[in-house]
Nanobody, 117 residues
Framework: QVQLVESGGGLVQAGGSLRLSCAASGSTFSIAIMGWYRQSPGKQRELVATITSTGSTNYADSVKGRFTVSRDNAKKTLYLQMNSLKPEDTAVYYC???????????WGQGTQVTVSS
């Protein structure tokens, strides 16, 4: 059974930085595509960044150059380094693990990020 637990959210001023972590249980982390998503009140959940098992990354245009996604397969942990934060980055951030070969698709419970102006 795969479980994901996010941490690292909080309140930060505009221009500041935060680092989110997502710890995974189970045995599929190293072969999974991992992703960060976010959802603001009244908006749909949106992709922030993904990283494949081999380290290829993809970012939403709104965060390119400011956010960096990484993973540590030995620690089964996903990270999101967020720099130059803006008030519009305020959202609940979710971690996602998916392995299409095994039809595994798991979400974490989310962590709140609030950026004040």
């Amino acid at each position: 059974q795969v479980q994901l637990v996010e941490s690292g959210g909080g309140l930060v001023q505009a221009g500041g930085s935060l680092r989110l972590s997502c710890a995974a249980s189970g045995s599929t982390f190293s072969i999974a595509i991992m992703g960060w998503y976010r959802q603001s009140p009244g908006k749909q959940r949106e992709l922030v960044a993904t990283i494949t098992s081999t380290g290829s990354t993809n970012y939403a245009d709104s965060v390119k150059g400011r956010f960096t996604v990484s993973r540590d397969n030995a620690k089964k942990t996903l990270y999101l380094q967020m720099n130059s934060l803006k008030p519009e980055d305020t959202a609940v951030y979710y971690c996602r693990l998916y392995v299409t070969l095994y039809a595994i698709d798991v979400w974490g419970q989310g962590t709140q990020v609030t950026v004040s102006s």
